[in-house]
């Protein structure tokens, strides 16, 4: 099978919380899979339908940082999986180097 990304991915286990602009509701907990420089594989900790072409606003925890980190990205795939769905994010801005060092 052909790679068709652009940007290496990078296992990560990273806590963070989301905010689904077209959902009601608000924050609520997931974990970054993989990232690359412009996009994710997220955990969505919720049992709720996660819709396709919603925007998902993160907001990260990064180990050793004082202040996390907000990203904004498309969600462009998303699975059922267990009590969960799984989902793959392409950001709105590619990450420069120094936030994909912090967070890879």
């Not at 919380?17 to 997931?30: D, L, P, Q, S, T």
């Amino acid at each position: 099978m052909e790679e068709r990304r652009r940007f290496s991915r990078f296992e990560t286990q990273l806590k963070a919380k989301y905010f689904i602009k077209e959902r009601k509701g608000g924050w609520e907990e997931c974990t970054i899979i993989d990232i690359s420089r412009n996009g994710m594989k997220i955990r969505f900790h919720t049992c709720e339908k996660i819709i396709v072409n919603s925007t998902v606003h993160l907001e990260i925890y990064v180990p050793k940082e004082l202040e996390p980190i907000y990203i904004k990205g498309i969600l462009k795939r998303v699975k059922k999986e267990e009590s969960d769905f799984i989902g793959s994010i392409e950001l709105t801005e590619v990450l420069d180097e120094n936030k994909l060092a912090k967070l890879s």
